[in-house]
C-alpha cells in the first residue's frame, strides 16, 4: 500500500480565488491521477499527472480552471481556479502502487472545499 | 463510453451477509475494484479482482465476476455496523490505470 497526504483536508473559499491542493505519497510512483467527487456523487476523473510532462486532462476539465504540478515522483499539486460555489467537492489524488498495470490504485484522505 | 452502475442502498443486519452489486459495460477493463467511502473520509481499497478471473476471497470479502453479463458483486459475511458506508465499484486499471467509478452503494448495517 501507499501512504498519500494531502493538504488541506478542508478549506472554505471565497468565490473568485484559488486554492492549490498538495498531494505527497511515501513512495516514488509514476502516475498520480486527480478525481473530483461532488457532494452526493461518485468520482469523476479530471486529470493523470505523469513526472516530467505535461498533465492529461478529461472531457469536461482543462488546464486553466485545474492547473497541474507534478515536479517529481512522490508529489503533486492541484489548483482551483477561480472558484464559484459549484466547484465545492472533495478532490482526491490517487496512485499507483507496486507498479505500473499491477491494479493496485489508492486514495488520499481527500481534500473537501466548500466556496462561498 | 464507460458506464457502472449500483443500486443505491442496502440495509441489513449485524451478522447477515452483505451482497453489493455492480453492472458495468465496458468489457475492457482490466481489473475492477471495489473501494470503501465512510463518512468525511477518503476511499479506502477493499479488494481488486483481474478481469480474467471469476471469484475472489479475502477474509470476510468474496467478489464475483460475471464477465458474460458484465456483473460483479462483493459479498461481506458477516456484517458489522463498522462496515457501514458507501462503496464503490470500479472499472478500469492496466496501461492507462484511469478508473470509471459506479454510483456507489450506501450499506446501512442495523444491530
Known amino acids: 500500500s501507499a501512504v498519500i497526504s494531502q493538504k488541506p483536508s478542508r478549506d472554505i473559499c471565497q468565490r473568485g480565488t484559488s486554492l492549490t491542493i498538495q498531494c505527497q505519497v511515501d513512495?516514488?510512483?509514476?502516475?498520480m491521477f486527480w478525481y473530483r467527487q461532488q457532494p452526493g456523487q461518485s468520482l469523476t476523473l479530471i486529470a493523470t499527472a505523469n513526472q516530467g510532462s505535461e498533465a492529461t486532462y478529461e472531457s469536461g476539465f482543462v488546464i486553466d480552471k485545474f492547473p497541474i504540478s507534478r515536479p517529481n515522483l512522490t508529489f503533486s499539486t492541484l489548483t482551483v481556479s477561480n472558484m464559484s460555489p459549484e466547484d465545492s467537492s472533495i478532490y482526491l489524488c490517487?496512485?499507483?502502487?507496486?507498479?505500473?498495470?499491477?491494479?493496485?490504485?489508492?486514495f488520499g484522505e481527500g481534500s473537501r472545499l466548500t466556496v462561498l | 463510453g464507460e458506464d457502472v452502475e449500483q443500486s443505491l442502498f442496502l440495509s441489513v443486519r449485524e451478522g447477515d451477509s452483505s451482497v453489493i452489486n455492480c453492472t458495468y459495460t465496458?468489457?475492457?477493463?482490466?481489473?475492477l475494484y471495489w473501494y470503501k467511502q465512510e463518512p468525511g473520509a477518503g476511499l479506502q481499497l477493499l479488494t481488486y479482482i483481474f478481469s480474467n478471473m471469476d471469484m475472489k476471497q479475502d477474509q470476510r470479502l468474496t467478489v464475483l465476476l460475471n464477465k458474460k453479463d458484465k456483473h460483479l458483486s462483493l459479498r461481506i459475511a458477516d456484517t458489522q455496523t463498522g462496515d457501514s458506508a458507501i462503496y464503490f465499484c470500479a472499472g478500469g486499471g492496466g496501461a492507462t490505470n484511469k478508473l470509471i467509478f459506479g454510483t456507489g452503494t450506501l450499506l446501512a448495517v442495523q444491530p
Open positions: 490517487s496512485v499507483e502502487t507496486g507498479g505500473r498495470g499491477t491494479g493496485e490504485l489508492f
Open positions: 465496458d468489457s475492457s477493463s482490466t481489473y
Open positions: 513512495s516514488q510512483v509514476t502516475m
